[in-house]
């Protein structure tokens, strides 16, 4: 029963973020949620979906998920031209899908696009839910090979 309402919980959190995602603005999340935690991870969430990277560093600090630090952390590593140190925070992420899109991200940027399109699809697979959504739709933006059939 527990496991049920967590899960309950967070697919409605995911929900509630791809909502506020598609009217491109987030501050009504943030009246209902009070918890500073969760309003930096959508607050990184969504700098990082407008690139708005100055967001994403003021949030990072208060998140208080482990996986979700390292992720945004490694993601300001990578806009700021370091990828040796992005792949040094791969290690404190356990959560695969996310392993795989910082892994996708590297690649591109170093110009390796077919690595940077096997990790991205192997992102997608590993993912599941609105995660699975929010992913493919980022990538039919920013890497489209890695979301054709």
């Known amino acids: 029963m ?55 560093q003021e949030a990072v600090p208060y998140i208080r998920h482990a996986d979700y630090r390292a992720y945004y952390e490694a993601a300001l590593l990578l806009e700021g031209g370091e990828s040796a140190r992005a792949r040094e925070h791969l290690r404190s992420i356990r959560k695969p899908w996310m392993r795989l899109v910082v892994l996708a991200e590297i690649e591109r940027k170093a110009g390796n696009s077919e690595l940077a399109v096997k990790y991205a699809r192997e992102a997608v697979e590993a993912s599941r839910g609105v995660q699975r959504y929010v992913l493919y739709k980022e990538y ?3 890497l489209p090979q890695a979301v054709e059939a």
């Open 140 to 142: 039919e933006r920013t």
């Open 2 to 56: 527990k496991r049920f309402r967590w899960s309950i919980a967070v697919y409605f959190v995911l929900f509630v973020f791809v909502l506020f995602v598609l009217f491109n603005d987030y501050s009504p999340i943030l009246i209902v949620v009070g918890a500073v935690a969760v309003q930096a991870t959508y607050k990184a969430a969504y700098g990082w979906y407008r690139k708005d990277m100055a967001a994403v």
